[in-house]
Nanobody
Framework: QVQPVESGGGLVQAGGSLRLSCAASGRAFNSYGMGWFRQAPGKEREFVATVSRSGRSTYYADSVKGRFTISRDNAKNTVYLQMNSLKPEDTAVYYC????????????????WGQGTQVTVSS
């Protein structure tokens, strides 16, 4: 199993950038695909991006495609989410989680979750 811990959130103006990190403890890190989700107040948790175990395959929500980039460094047990051209609608708590199989865009198909990091984009 892995235990993710997110960091890197903060307050940024629209058009700015942030890089989120997800450090995962556990020896099995490279056995899991990893994903980022986000949840805004009053809304359901939604898929943002996912990366395969090797890092060679990535998938994105349409809303972030071309602006966000997910990557991983298995030597550091860390997953990253580079977020560029941020918009106010990107404001949410961002969560990292390990993929256990199934549909990569469904939260229920992820098992180990971090506590989240707040991203706020001002207009």
């Amino acid at each position: 199993q892995v235990q993710p811990v997110e960091s890197g959130g903060g307050l940024v103006q629209a058009g700015g950038s942030l890089r989120l990190s997800c450090a995962a403890s556990g020896r099995a890190f490279n056995s899991y695909g990893m994903g980022w989700f986000r949840q805004a107040p009053g809304k359901e948790r939604e898929f943002v991006a996912t990366v395969s175990r090797s890092g060679r395959s990535t998938y994105y929500a349409d809303s972030v495609k071309g602006r966000f980039t997910i990557s991983r460094d298995n030597a550091k047990n860390t997953v990253y989410l580079q977020m560029n051209s941020l918009k106010p609608e990107d404001t949410a708590v961002y969560y990292c989680a390990s993929f256990r199989g199934g549909s990569y865009y469904l939260p229920n198909d992820y098992d180990y979750w971090g506590q989240g990091t707040q991203v706020t984009v001002s207009s």
